[in-house]
Nanobody
Framework: QVRLVESGGGLVQAGDSLKLSCVASTHTITTNAMGWFRRSPGKERQFVAAINWSSTSTVYADSVKGRFTVARDNAKNTMYLQMNSLKPEDSALYYC????????????????????WGRGTQVTVSS
């Protein structure tokens, strides 16, 4: 069974940066598109960014474009999310997902679903 484990969250000030990591328990995940999502208390799940297996295609939510960068290192079974110029509204539980047989673009739609989710890492941005 595939496990996804996020790390790198924390408490930072507005304008600071954080880098999140998502490590997969199996190398087979490297053939999957992978993505980042976030959820704040009382709000729906929000798509953040996704990347295809070969890193040739990335997709971002409008709210993070130009500030966040998604990347992956398949040799390390790891996906990253570099978050710069953080804002208080970026505060949320960030979690990663893997999606066999789909595209990065497909992960951005509200109806996206998969069996492969991590448990999340908390990001809190103070003003």
């Amino acid at each position: 069974q595939v496990r996804l484990v996020e790390s790198g969250g924390g408490l930072v000030q507005a304008g600071d940066s954080l880098k999140l990591s998502c490590v997969a328990s199996t190398h087979t995940i490297t053939t999957n598109a992978m993505g980042w999502f976030r959820r704040s208390p009382g709000k729906e799940r929000q798509f953040v960014a996704a990347i295809n297996w070969s890193s040739t295609s990335t997709v971002y939510a409008d709210s993070v474009k130009g500030r966040f960068t998604v990347a992956r290192d398949n040799a390390k079974n790891t996906m990253y999310l570099q978050m710069n110029s953080l804002k208080p509204e970026d505060s949320a539980l960030y979690y990663c997902a893997a999606a066999p047989g789909t595209t990065a673009q497909a992960m951005s739609v509200p109806t996206f679903s998969t069996h492969y989710w991590g448990r999340g890492t908390q990001v809190t941005v103070s003003s």
